[in-house]
């Protein structure tokens, strides 16, 4: 049988991340790949003691069919907790729960554009999100991203070119891969494009509580008097990645549109994660937020200075970073980044990925690389950085 | 701000599902609408005792990111299970788990169909999966059912009319809305039939394991020895909805596939649930079933009884069927079905799903509904219909 797959799905490639992910399973490798949640970020009696809770005392909500929209007492909560503590949400705005803030990406793009509309994100931007607008066979449209977030004059540009454009997908806090921060002038100034333009804004922030230096700026849905706004909101870094429990919230009629998709495609979110989610946030959750920021802020701290320590005598340069969980590094001009990351993880079995898979167009040439510091323990950072430099060492001279 | 919603998006009109669904939160209607498994039919001690193990055992599984493809030692024990128990699966199949059922025909459809594509489909068939391939912009061509399953000679018809075919969709067990299981013959005729015109199948099964009289029949996907069809099951009606746990079987470029959408819409299904599936299948998953069927015989006899007794008289007819949740029921000719099932639900307070609702093309004249006896009680049942009755009575005299 010769299959034939969609042309959106066509055009989807085996991503470089994946094939480096490959060799990531091997336990003797150290893995800056990844994005995973440090193991001791979880929080784990109290959601053993949360859901012993749950399956006591409410167990037919948490195994029989729920609402498309969520949980509604998560709903709710959120709602208020989102406008007490971030100013986000309006009365003209509505909440769904998600599986997981990847969705928020696929069914805003699955309801908002249709096949060769264009969606304009930051490049090199996360590549799971590219992959679901390139999923429902939206064209991508990359502005370059500069160390206080997109290139106003390349957006306005491209917002010019592109008459079709339908989406702005912006992750302003810690951006993956780069790390870095959308000022607030930008803000408003991507806030003000969009309006002017009349293009709905993506704001995806599942690192914004991650802040470990520096001030929280506030959020671009904030702004949003318009109904212009989507913002997509994670516990996946907060609470668990394993659990697959997100939100958006935005104008309530794009909302209800997301809702009539997500039912064909998940139909709601598993139901135990949104208790257990909602029973978490009512006692302790600002600590715990406070302890994640610690631990992160250590490694972070160790990662930024194994940087400086090993890898900048060589030539690479990176961004320093007050957040999140990524570090965006670069070889000198003139070296071979890809080979350079494959012989990293092949023969040194330190595994890193390459800043290619981040480009909309992944033919671009590019001398980044992505490091995480969340995976490994700090024993094999140390082990890893060490490693590294050794081979840029090796590799560039 | 205007939104402007994708042309498949648009297309998808609230349903009248929905409508009627929202009625039935009151508790005081009688909900033969919904689709909801008996509260008795839940496990309950035994997934809280599990979760309780895994929770204290391997917290940072469950918790952590997992593989888009699923939880490893849940795919390995579905594959010998469904290749033991069923004669499903070969060595040319892959095995993908989703977050419910209605994923697998979500990713199926994005994967391989593109707008305007054409899906076949046994009409009526179950709403969720008709949005679902709407979602994605596929036309939907209905083929009618008939007592022992899709008309073939309309089958073949559909399939010569529209050369860019891409699926045939079908619900051969207790089929939703009508309860209908194709006969062994029509499988072999499904089958040669899209082998000859090169369309694969969707074989959706959530209703296999509720076979509470006659023999087992065996799978479509028992003939697939050319790679064409994508077998779905789910844990929905056997074990819990609200976890969200299903897969697909199918061959290993399309599970492929389907895997990377997956990746760009939740990345992967709750681990929890996937750790909790895996782990009450090692032990009494038989027994359980029986458990099940138990259950349901007893309240689908009952619904059959009720039926014979309250509404034959008053001229409607209904499928006898053999097992699943549904029971698909008729009007004498001449009959205003929507405007029975509004009266009903509105001034008699009992709920069910217009014959409407599940049909390719919604405006076609309907006099059928849809009645589900699992999410009522047995006392809820046998009030709701004698209401049903007193009022058909009164309406259709």
Redesign the interface.
């Known amino acids: ?1 010769d ?7 066509s055009n ?1 490639s ?1 991503s470089a991340i994946r094939e480096i992910l490959k060799y990531s399973s091997d336990p003797a490798v150290v893995p800056f790949s ?4 440090a ?1 001791e970020a ?1 929080p ?1 009696s109290r ?2 003691e949360i ?2 809770r749950i ?2 005392e409410r ?8 609402a498309t929209e969520g949980y509604q007492p998560l709903r709710e909560h959120l709602c208020r907790y989102l406008k007490e503590k971030h100013r986000i949400g309006s009365e003209a705005d509505s909440l769904i729960i ?3 803030a ?2 928020v ?2 069914l805003a793009a ?6 060769g ?1 264009v969606i304009i994100t930051e490049d090199p931007s996360f590549i ?1 999100s590219l ?2 607008f ?4 939206a064209k991508l449209v990359g502005v370059p991203i500069r160390p206080d977030g997109m290139d106003l004059e390349a957006l306005e540009e491209a917002l010019k070119a592109n008459p079709n454009a339908k989406l702005i997908y912006t992750i302003p806090n810690f951006q993956n891969p780069t790390g870095v921060t959308m000022s607030w002038e930008k803000r408003q100034g991507v806030y003000a494009l969009a309006k002017q333009y009349g293009v709905l804004i993506v704001e995806d922030n599942p690192y914004g509580d991650l802040r470990f230096a520096g001030e929280d700026i506030p959020a671009i849905k904030t702004l949003d008097t ?3 706004v989507i913002y997509a909101g994670s516990f ?1 870094k907060v609470l ?5 429990v997100a939100y958006a919230v935005g ?1 309530e ?2 909302i209800r ?1 997301m809702t ?2 997500k ?11 949104q208790m257990v989610t909602y029973e978490f946030m009512q006692e302790g959750f600002e600590q715990h937020l406070d302890s994640l920021r610690a631990i992160y802020r250590k490694k972070a701290e160790l990662m930024m200075r194994l940087c400086d320590e090993h890898l900048v005598p060589t030539g690479i340069t990176y961004l320093p970073i007050e957040g999140g969980l990524f570090l965006w590094a670069t070889l000198p001009e003139g070296a071979d980044m890809p080979r350079f990351c494959t012989e990293a993880v092949k023969e040194h079995k330190v595994a890193f990925v390459p800043g290619t898979a981040f480009l909309t167009d992944q033919s671009v040439p590019c001398r980044s690389f992505r490091l995480n510091f969340s995976t490994p323990t700090d024993e094999a950072m140390i082990r890893g950085m060490q490693i590294l430099g050794k081979f840029a060492h090796e590799y560039l001279k």
């Open positions: 049988m299959y034939r797959f969609s042309d959106a799905m989807i085996p990844a994005g995973n949640p193991p979880f784990v959601i053993a859901s012993a399956l006591s167990p037919i909500t948490a195994l029989q069919y729920g998600t599986t997981g990847q969705q990406m696929e699955k309801s908002l554009c249709n096949a509309d799971g992959n679901s390139r999923s429902i066979g318009d109904g212009i996946s668990s990645p394993g659990m697959r104008p009629p794009v549109k009539v998709a039912q064909g495609e998940d139909v709601h979110t598993n139901m135990w994660a």
